[in-house]
Every structure is written in C-alpha cells, then in structure tokens.
C-alpha cells in the first residue's frame, strides 16, 4: 500500500510555470512507476506523463512534450512534473499514481495508487 499526496497546483497565468510535486509514504517507492494524470471539467481523465522505476524512461502525451518535464528522487520518495509555457487548455486536476506491478506505463489501468488531486488553473 502506498498513500500519495500532490502540491504545487494553483492559479497561473497563461504562459507561466509551476512544478507540481507528488509524495509517496513507504520504503518501495524506487519499484513503482509513476505517473501524471489530469481531468479537465466534463472531460474524461487522461495520460499527462509517466516515468520508469529509475527515472531512465519518460513518456508525454503529445499535448505537453516539450512543456513538461516529469522527473523522480527516489531517496525523497517524490516525483516531480514541471509545467511551463502553461495554456488554458492544461486547466485541470492533476493527478499523481503508482504502478508496482510495471516498469513504466501510460495506461491508467495499471496504475493501482492515486493521489487525491491538485488543482492547476491557467487563465487566459
């Protein structure tokens, strides 16, 4: 069992940044996948970005390549999601997962642990 817990959502303008951190409780933190979702209003929840056990592989939807860089320290049992040149359309709650039983994934399925959300509202 691990418990997740997002920060760093918030109010931004468009064309900002912000780095979204995502705790995880446990000592098996370094043998999980990691992964960012997010849901917009009305909008089903999506694949923003995942990361390997280690940190070697890195998958982005195509929407965020090249804005977002997600990134882990496994001794901090903490991954990370910088966000920058933010858009309107990125409004969303992000959501922080875990996968422990794949190295790295981009389907929701296969992450079993989710994080209660954080809120990132990008005006215009």
């Known amino acids: 069992q691990v418990q997740l817990v997002e920060s760093g959502g918030g109010l931004v ?46 998958y982005y939807a195509d929407s965020v390549k090249g804005r977002f860089t997600i ?15 933010l858009k309107p359309e990125d409004t969303a709650v992000y959501y922080c997962a875990a996968a422990p039983r794949v190295g790295v994934s981009i389907q929701q399925s296969t992450y079993d642990y989710w994080g209660q959300g954080t809120q990132v509202t990008v005006s215009s």
Do not use: H
Request: one cysteine or more.
């Open 13 to 58: 303008q468009s064309g900002g940044s912000l780095r979204l951190s995502c705790a995880a409780s446990g000592r098996t933190f370094g043998s999980y996948a990691m992964g960012w979702f997010r849901q917009a209003p009305v909008k089903e929840r999506e694949f923003v970005s995942s990361i390997s056990r280690s940190g070697a592989r890195t």
């Open 71 to 85: 990134s882990r320290d496994n001794a901090k049992n903490t991954v990370y999601l910088q966000m920058t040149s």
